[in-house]
């Protein structure tokens, strides 16, 4: 099979050949000069993507690290924490927060909608919350969650400390940490950013740090304990434990390229080639499983049409260079997932239309040949 392959899925995303060759630039030591610069100069760009002023983390791992990360060091053993659940993803800030020994109190709400922020009033009046969570892009639905909204909520009616995983959404939707009152933002490199899988990111306010020198119990978490890396965030050069030398060097050249887009037009560029990817579905007849008004910009997911075999559906595509994703959980087998974030460009978005047009003709469904290309490209005229 040709190396050559578009992937589509919901992260890791294609990679620019320039953060790829800076991957595989010569690995320095971690205390050279040359990468104390590379590392300080990404942790600042990585502010900027936050739109925080406080403090940016970069761990080795992955994004469920960041997530971990924010559970263990916010809350302490018996202390209650409000866990918004919107899907598969949502559901690990509970795993995460049973780990460590908080007592959990889940909103809920069916896959496909969104969590309503007068719901999350609600329940912040039947308990002393330590901490609220929720996901900004449910990857296993395609919703976006208005984090934007909850934050307010969460402030005005509660002391809660407002995590937010962003690990779909950071780069390429509008996360604004400190306008949002976000806490702590959790990241990935693999999906908006556009780096390979490997870092966990996050953004950290003042007040968290404050909370930790006034923990009744160390943190549960040695590699993890914010407090052992807040030192080297801030002065590069010191040491807690070996940074992911080459990884650093992929992330701060797509930070380079994303910051020399320009937030703005990187989030409108998403914007467009996802209204221009839901009404291609709308034109074929496929039903999304997220609610419209609340569909993310970053990725979609879509119900297949009745008969059309996901294994199938899916090496097809992929033979005609395309990869796509199932959907998770319960809905394994119902659905496809299609990611369009980080370098997508109008080309790439296209070409999966096309791809899932003569993909499902040849599996039997009856459809208007060109109509999702032509719904699609009509959308696409104003990037
Ligand atoms: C919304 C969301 N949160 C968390 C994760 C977990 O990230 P990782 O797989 O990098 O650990 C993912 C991965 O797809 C995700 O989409």
């Known amino acids: 099979m040709s190396e050559r392959e578009l992937l589509m899925i919901p992260g890791p995303t294609n990679v620019d050949p320039a953060v790829l060759r800076a991957l ?7 205390t050279s000069s040359e990468f104390v610069r590379i590392f300080k100069e990404s942790l600042n760009d990585l502010k900027k993507l936050f739109m925080t002023q406080d403090e940016a983390f970069v761990i080795a791992g992955s994004g469920t690290l960041a997530l971990e990360m924010a559970v263990a060091n916010v809350v302490e053993p018996g202390d209650r924490i409000l866990n918004l659940v ?8 509970v795993e995460i927060a049973k780990a460590h020994g908080a007592v959990t109190q889940v909103l809920e709400v069916p896959w496909g909608e969104p969590i309503k922020p007068e719901a999350v009033k609600d329940f912040l009046h ?7 969570t929720v996901t900004h892009v449910e990857t296993s639905t395609g919703i976006a969650n208005p984090i934007r909204e909850i934050g307010e909520t969460v402030k005005e009616q509660s002391d809660a400390f407002y995590i937010v995983d962003a690990v779909c959404s950071l780069g390429g939707m509008e996360v604004r940490v400190d306008d949002w009152n976000i806490d702590i933002c959790a990241a990935g490199s693999q999906k908006c950013i556009g780096a390979p899988p490997g870092l966990a990111m996050l953004s950290v306010g ?9 923990r009744r119990s160390p943190v549960c978490f040695w590699y993890g304990d914010l407090n052992n890396w807040l030192p080297v965030v801030r002065d590069t050069s010191q040491y807690f434990a070996t940074p992911p030398v080459n990884m650093i060097y992929a992330l701060h050249q797509a930070l380079k390229i994303l910051l020399n887009e320009g937030l703005e037009q990187r989030f409108r560029r998403h914007h467009v080639i996802a209204e221009a990817f839901r009404a291609a579905m709308d034109a074929l007849n496929l039903r999304l499983v997220a609610k419209r008004e609340s569909a993310a910009d970053t990725m979609t997911a879509a119900y297949y049409p ?11 595509m992929r033979r005609r260079g395309i990869v796509v994703a199932s959907t998770l959980g319960p ?3 119902k659905g496809f997932r299609v990611g369009h974030m980080g370098n997508v460009n109008q080309n790439d978005i296209l070409a999966t239309i096309g791809a899932i047009e003569a993909t499902l003709k040849n599996m ?7 109509a999702g290309l032509a719904a699609a490209e009509e959308k696409i005229l104003s990037l």
């Open 24 to 30: 595989s630039k010569p690995t320095q030591s971690h």
């Open 331 to 333: 809905l394994k087998g």
């Open 126 to 132: 039947k308990g002393n919350f330590k901490a609220v």
């Open 86 to 93: 919107a899907g598969f993803f949502g559901q690990h800030f």
């Open 306 to 316: 009745d008969n059309i075999d996901d294994a199938t559906f899916r090496s097809e």
């Open 206 to 214: 003042n007040d968290v740090l404050k909370l930790l020198d006034s």
């Open 364 to 370: 039997g469904y009856n459809l208007n040949e060109g």
